[in-house]
């Protein structure tokens, strides 16, 4: 079963703005915890937001005051605003759960959605 489907991504130039979504599969949306994960060429996936089930968040230091993260309870959906886009928030863009906060992934990796942002 498809855990995760992550839409949204697109070219834009820096300064712009995108708004990505994360379809969740209901079992998984009950988890205690879902982030946004990106991975740039080369480098290592990394966390940059996490939201609670009870709406908490948390982000990244890189992409603090920048990011938004959200949910829609009744949609099963997870959102992530991005803002003031730099050419350094290039990567390949995945939700993903944590049972625990700041503990592995929960399920299996989606799709992506490659977010590319030009100078």
């Known amino acids: 079963q498809v855990q995760f489907v992550e839409s949204g991504g697109g070219l834009v130039q820096a300064g712009g703005s995108l708004r990505l979504s994360c379809d969740v599969s209901?079992?998984?949306?009950?988890?205690?915890?879902i982030g946004w994960y990106r991975q740039a060429p080369g480098k290592q996936r990394e966390l940059v937001a996490v939201?609670?089930?009870?709406?908490?968040?948390d982000y990244a230091d890189s992409v603090k005051g920048r990011f938004t993260i959200s949910r829609d309870n009744t949609k099963n959906t997870v959102y992530l605003q991005m803002n003031g886009l730099k050419p350094e928030d290039t990567a390949v863009y995945y939700c993903?759960?944590?049972?625990?906060?700041?503990?592995?992934?929960?399920?299996?990796w989606g799709q992506g959605t490659q977010v590319t942002v030009s100078a």
């Open positions: 993903n759960a944590q049972i625990l906060k700041g503990g592995p992934p929960a399920r299996p």
């Open positions: 209901r079992s998984t949306f009950r988890i205690n915890y």
């Open positions: 939201i609670s089930s009870g709406g908490i968040t």
